[in-house]
């Protein structure tokens, strides 16, 4: 069983920055690919970045490319989520998933496995 739970969100103006954590149980990063998504009010949950299981490899949504950096502390058993140059339209309950893969090559939808509870983060412009 894999449990996620996430942390680090909060208000935050335009242009600041914050980092999301995401603690997980289990075999997380030596068995899945792990990721983040969002969901903004009125919006369907969209994919943010993944970090694959060896770590090696990393993949971000166009409208968060070069803003955004995912990582991992493997000794902790902890993915991250650094957020830089935030915008309004980056509002949003944030969620840590694992098992995150693109659900048909190249359709690029994502899902996964495990969910966290989600982390509210709030940009003001």
């Known amino acids: 069983q894999v449990q996620l739970v996430e942390s680090g969100g909060g208000l935050v103006q335009a242009g600041g920055s914050l980092r999301l954590s995401c603690a997980a149980s289990?075999?997380?990063?030596?068995?899945?690919?792990m990721g983040w998504f969002r969901q903004a009010p009125g919006k369907e949950r969209e994919f943010v970045a993944r970090?694959?299981?060896?770590?090696?490899?990393?993949f971000y949504a166009d409208s968060v490319q070069g803003r955004f950096t995912i990582s991992r502390d493997v000794v902790k058993n902890t993915m991250y989520l650094q957020m830089n140059s935030l915008k309004p339209e980056d509002t949003a309950v944030y969620y840590c998933?694992?098992?995150?893969?693109?659900?048909?090559?190249?359709?690029?939808?994502?899902?996964?496995?495990?969910w966290g509870q989600g982390t509210q983060v709030t940009v003001s412009s």
């Open positions: 289990g075999r997380t990063f030596s068995s899945y690919a």
């Open positions: 970090l694959s299981w060896t770590g090696s490899n990393r």
């Open positions: 998933a694992a098992g995150v893969r693109e659900y048909g090559l190249g359709s690029g939808r994502y899902v996964a496995d495990y």
